[in-house]
């Protein structure tokens, strides 16, 4: 394969362009045929250019095609491999907690479960009430006066096999908004490690119910460059937005979640009345 070359009646021309996505098509084939399998390591590109005799610029060419069409992903210092399917199961029902409150989040949980590594990098800020969150102001789902302002906790998570002990690429995005004037002075005010659920209760709001919103839609050119997404990608946008017993909202948990192939599942229990077995129940009219 010549990365100058293509011969014609023309004569010898430029056709870059051509080459790398015939080499882009051979990467992609021998991942499709299962050649090269989830997890797997693709050639390096020292070893595609001997092989094929094409340019370095060409091979990151074709090697780009496939990370934007989500089938390889580049991992820093270490190369390119061929993308996992993103087959997890997540619970979006908060957990049972025998001691203390329970869980609004199960993503840690989840991912323990299925035998993996987790971490986040959380940075906190305070910022108007005004940022919008799936469309509507944070200060609005709180309840909250104009011009008021809110603590965020903002988190980028990250997952990874249980012998990673890199874990550098972005699971999801996860921030948390908080009354400033309820939250201040906690621990949430500081970027360590914390439980919303436990600080709330300690400060007098235990929380009893949440409200879901969940829209599907394209990844932002800024979601797909932190999560390393291919170029079009669909994400799980969520605003979780919790109360306490007299259904005051004091936290509003905003998530972008990976939507390639991923289960969100949740569980309801349904409250209704049931007839007795045996009797059913009769139809009255006029």
Known sequence: MSPRTRGGAGGSVPERRDVYERLADE????????????G???PSTLDLMSRTGVANLTVRGAYRVLVEEGLVESVNKRGFYVRRPNAMAW?????????GPAPLDRWAADAENAGLRHREEISVA???ASVPVLGRPVGERLGLEPGS???VRRAIRFTGPADD????????LADEYFPYDLVRDSPLASPGPA?????????????????DEIQPRVATAEERRILSLAQVSVVLELARTAYTADHRPVLVSHQIRRG??????????YQGHRPAAGRPRSAKGK
């Open 27 to 38: 990467l992609r084939q021998g991942i499709m045929s299962g050649q090269y399998k989830p």
């Open 40 to 42: 797997d390591r693709l």
């Open 91 to 99: 619970q979006m029902t908060p957990g049972a907690r025998r001691r």
């Open 126 to 128: 305070i910022e108007d």
């Open 149 to 151: 302002r809110v603590l």
């Open 165 to 172: 002990d890199t874990l550098v690429t972005p699971d999801s």
């Open 195 to 211: 439980s919303p659920e436990e600080i709330l209760a300690g400060l007098g709001q235990p929380l009893r119910g949440y409200d």
């Open 260 to 269: 390639d192939g991923a289960i969100y599942r949740y569980e309801i229990s």
